[in-house]
């Protein structure tokens, strides 16, 4: 399986056009500050859950335990790797504890895992199978960012972050996982499953649409050159050595379906995501630092992400 370049950015660049016009209704004051709290509530109290719901329940690659024991799995220790191998990069581009070391770190290891893959494997894969994967990996991606993640920028294990893992779409898994275990799939009607399947479709274009004006906010805020050795250290590990391992670990992991590993694939062109700017924030982390590594990371993704999913593709299947 190998995609032509040109499917490629037809499937990557409405999530950049989607990017632009969020950075651009901001700019122009057409989508303010004051609805981000809303949408974003809506976002994932309703629409993500109904993401859920409509790519798991019925969901042939998820009626067995493989799937759904190795894909979080996978999206856990995706981000363990991730923030080991970016500790080793700050480190060697001279950060330290106290000046960006943990922030940089938390950071690169977490990578855009909702937003921008799920319009991407829709648009290559276009599988429900592929899709559902995808969202179960997500869980694992989840359970990694809130006890792992927030340990490292914190620099302490806090009370409550336990919690965080317990959130709408996590739980509109697990009820959608029940559905399928018992049979109930079988047995929902139509009309429920197109309403959910409707509200479901309206996450990922709000979502990205939110994340292109919340670029433009901390564009704002900070330079993005003032800091060079963050920006460029973040594009070598987030957009080259994390590629590197994530392709490799697709091609000769014994034992992963092809629907896992098209989603690593993806998961592996990946920029930094953008939560991690307001998590380092408020744990404590560098903000500037956070600033630097989502927005080079996006802004060289768009050269870069095209060119790891045909590589991927091209040498995992």
């Not at 991407?120 to 995808?134: N, Y």
């Not at 929902?188 to 996450?203: D, H, K, N, Y």
């Not at 050795?229 to 992991?253: C, T």
């Amino acid at each position: 399986m190998e995609f032509p370049i040109a499917t490629i950015l037809g499937a990557a660049l409405p999530v950049f056009i989607l990017l632009a016009l969020g950075f651009t209704l901001r700019k122009t004051r057409v989508l303010n500050k004051e609805a981000d709290t809303t949408l974003l509530s809506l976002i994932i109290r309703v629409f993500y859950p109904c993401l859920y719901l409509a790519y798991i329940i019925g969901n042939p690659a998820l009626k067995s335990a493989p799937n759904l024991i190795s894909a979080p799995l996978t999206g856990f220790f995706s981000l363990i790797v991730g923030f080991a191998l970016a500790w080793l990069v700050a480190r060697s581009i001279g950060l330290k504890r106290g000046s960006g070391l943990r922030t940089f770190a938390f950071c690169n290891g977490i990578y855009n895992y909702g937003y921008i893959p799920i319009p991407v494997i829709m648009a290559l894969f276009g599988d429900r199978e592929t899709m559902g994967v995808l969202l179960v990996y997500n869980v694992g991606v989840e359970a990694a960012l809130w006890t792992a993640g927030i340990i490292l920028v914190s620099g302490q294990f806090r009370k409550g972050m336990l919690k965080q893992l317990l959130n709408p779409p996590v739980l509109a898994m697990l009820v959608a996982v029940s559905i399928n275990s018992v049979g109930l799939d079988a047995h929902i009607p139509g009309w429920i499953s197109r309403t959910v399947a409707m509200l479901g479709s309206c996450s990922i274009p709000v979502g990205i649409i939110l994340a292109g004006a919340s670029i433009a906010d901390f564009l704002n805020r900070r330079g993005l050159f003032d800091m060079p050795k963050v920006s460029l250290g973040s594009i070598a590990v987030r957009l080259g050595l994390l590629p590197i391992l994530f392709v490799a670990f697709a091609a000769w992991m014994p034992g992963l379906s092809t629907e896992l590993r098209q989603v690593i694939v993806i998961q592996a062109a990946m920029p930094a995501g953008i939560l991690p700017i307001v998590l380092s924030r408020h744990f404590g982390g560098d903000a500037s630092v956070a600033i630097k590594v989502v927005l080079a990371t996006t802004l060289a993704s768009v050269v870069t992400m095209p060119l790891w999913i045909r590589i991927g593709t091209g040498f995992v299947f």
